[in-house]
């Protein structure tokens, strides 16, 4: 069955330092992948999505993400944190035509000091 | 970009009444929408496909009698939760895909409805 592990529950980064993110799929065939962020009050913002291609992934904000199909990961990453940053991130895979029934790993809450 | 909206966006309500939550695609038409379940502090599970004009596809383990979906529109769908019981506090999540149906679309997900059953 596919499935999603983001083996972090909670990060906390310093202001400015760079952020990787970690994220494991599971999937029988070339999966869809996404990286999401949750704020509060507001809806899964999409950051990238990985569908074929380049395995480097440029996503907004100043977000990228690389697809390892040996290691069967997905990490998210950003060279430099800002504050605004600070949310919860999921990263997820995409089954069904065009991977949009969407499972979602359980998350990561980043928290950025200053 | 896209948006989509939930309505109401927290709704408390007694045991064993019946709540409605409604998605909408404010700029775009979805032919499929999606509802998703949030527990506090863990991930979304996906519930339903919700196609316009057909019933809804739900995934194992989600009771279609307890969760009616509905969309009778290309920019409306429609979750009601039946009789509610306290286990069914939750917060849901939907979204929408546009019509146009490439490998390349996005979803677009709603702010969330916060439902409460007391």
């Known amino acids: 069955a596919q499935s999603v592990t983001q083996p972090d529950i909670h990060i906390t980064v310093s202001e400015g330092a760079s952020l990787e993110l970690r994220c494991n799929y599971s999937y029988g065939a070339t999966p869809y992948l996404f990286w999401y962020v949750q704020s509060p009050g507001q809806g899964l913002q999409l950051l990238l999505k990985y569908f074929s291609g380049d395995t480097l992934v440029q996503g907004i904000k100043g977000f990228e993400a690389e697809f390892k199909r040996s290691q069967s990961s997905f990490n998210l990453r950003k060279p430099s944190v800002h504050w605004s940053d600070a949310a919860e991130y999921f990263c997820a895979v995409g089954k069904g035509a065009g991977g949009f029934k969407t499972i979602f790993g359980a998350g990561t809450r980043l928290f950025v000091k200053a | 970009g896209a948006v989509v909206s939930q309505h109401p966006s927290w709704v408390i309500c007694k045991s064993g009444t019946s709540v409605k939550i409604e998605c909408r695609s404010l700029?775009?038409?979805?032919?499929?929408m999606f509802w998703y379940r949030q527990f506090p502090k863990q991930s979304l599970m996906l519930m339903a496909t919700s196609n316009e004009g057909s019933k809804a596809t739900y995934e194992q383990g989600v009771e279609k009698d307890k969760f009616l979906i509905n969309h009778a529109s290309l920019t409306l769908s429609t979750l009601t939760v039946t009789s509610a019981h306290p286990e069914d506090s939750s917060f849901y999540i939907c979204?929408?895909?546009?019509?146009?149906?490439?490998?390349?679309?996005?979803?677009?997900f709603g702010p969330g409805t916060r439902l409460t059953v007391l």
């Open positions: 700029d775009f038409q979805a032919t499929t």
């Open positions: 979204s929408a895909r546009d019509r146009q149906g490439s490998s390349t679309d996005t979803q677009y």
